[in-house]
């Protein structure tokens, strides 16, 4: 397939323009951040360490990224930080508890409802969105609240998801100057290597367009993305959220070591049991970090092992960096690239989501 064939399947299925969406993430960043070190601050400083974040699909992942980043960062990691997708808020969560409240299109019921509890049980709220019922209900009750831009698909801006977010801690002194310090020494390295990756996967006539290369690879598979539940669990997930939503593929994934106690034994094909070429029909996707425990690093190995043979490829990704933000950001834009090329060669529209328009429809009518 040539640069021809994918300009081709571009104008053909990507009428919403998705590909300079993508292309324009490293500008988008740099908004987001500009939003985030300008964020107002709570009325009062939270009073304890414990952090509520409500959102779905894209406006959760960057509460989930956050999670991920602060639980291995020095001087964040005494944070106790849950991100809930629900209706409803757990019964232990009380006035100790300052809650995050995302919610791109400022509209998402579940969200809302969440919401609701939680002005129930503490005056520590803090609302992101593009507009809406949140920030109608932030304005009307003199919450902070930080305005994003609207006009995207919440997955294509995970950039007002995140910055926003890390910056309410920074300004709010809930981390320590040295992991405010780190922070801002990742997000400097983050920026050149964005414009370069963007360069670099924007490059359908590049035969070294990685992006492009591992799209082609997953094509008429199955992807399975394993990595380790510290760190990258919130990347894992955003790579098989990306694949189903963009290329419209089904994708899995699990974490390990607890995989290895369950899901690694499903994995063994006998004469009598799953025939082999039900398998042959995945990929599997390994997300290393440069910070994985020994441990972690062994059981891949041994994974590979298992896999060897059965499904149609294996391939290993590690993201570029000296600090873990930019190294999990990375992962992150390569699976944009990896889930838009995937629609392309899938011949489908990478924007429309059309099962979950239709059941927000159906959920708006009964």
């Known amino acids: 397939m040539n640069k021809s064939d994918i300009e081709n399947l571009k104008q053909k299925f990507d009428s919403e323009r998705m590909f300079d969406v993508i292309k324009d993430f490293p500008g988008q960043v740099k908004h987001a951040i500009e939003i985030g070190r300008q964020s107002p601050k709570f009325s009062s400083k939270p009073e304890t360490n414990n952090i509520a974040i409500l959102g779905m699909g894209g406006s959760a992942i960057g509460g989930s990224m956050l999670k991920s980043y602060f639980s291995a960062l020095d001087g964040a990691g005494h944070l106790n930080i849950n991100v809930f997708r629900n209706y409803r808020l757990p019964k232990h969560i009380d006035r100790t508890y300052s809650v995050l409240v995302c919610s791109y299109s400022g509209n998402t019921e579940e969200t809302l409802s969440a919401m609701e509890d939680a002005r129930r049980v503490t005056e520590k709220i803090y609302c992101i969105t593009s507009g809406g019922k949140l920030k109608s209900i932030a304005e009307s009750g003199n919450l902070p609240v930080a305005i994003i831009p609207g006009g995207f698909q919440p997955r294509c801006a995970l950039a ?111 004469e009598n049991g799953l025939p082999l070429s039900a398998v042959s029909n995945f990929s599997a996707i390994i997300l290393r970090d440069a910070a994985d425990n020994p441990r972690i690093s062994l059981r891949y190995e041994f994974l590979r092992s298992i896999l060897n043979g059965k499904v149609k490829d294996i391939i290993e990704l590690e993201g570029e960096g000296k600090h873990l933000l930019t190294r999990m950001i990375d992962l992150v834009y390569l699976a944009d690239w990896v889930s838009y090329y995937l629609a392309l060669l899938n011949k489908t529209n990478p924007t429309p989501i059309p099962m979950i328009t239709d059941l927000k429809k159906l959920l708006e009518q009964n």
């Not at 998801?161 to 997000?187: K, Q, W």
């Not at 098989?240 to 369950?262: C, D, S, T, V």
């Open 160 to 270: 007002y998801s995140i910055f926003p977010l890390i910056y309410i801690f920074i300004n709010n002194g809930l981390i320590s100057r040295e992991s405010i310090s780190t922070t801002e020494n990742a997000i400097e390295e983050l920026e050149p290597l964005l414009a370069k990756r963007a360069a670099e996967y924007s490059d359908f006539n590049s035969p070294e367009n990685k992006a492009l290369n591992l799209a082609k690879n997953l094509f008429r598979t199955i992807p399975v993305i394993y990595s380790a539940e510290e760190r990258l669990d919130s990347i894992n997930i955003r790579w098989r959220n990306q694949i189903q939503e963009n290329a419209k593929n089904p994708a899995f994934g699990g974490f390990l070591p607890e995989m290895n106690h369950n899901e690694v034994n499903g994995w063994t094909i006998t």
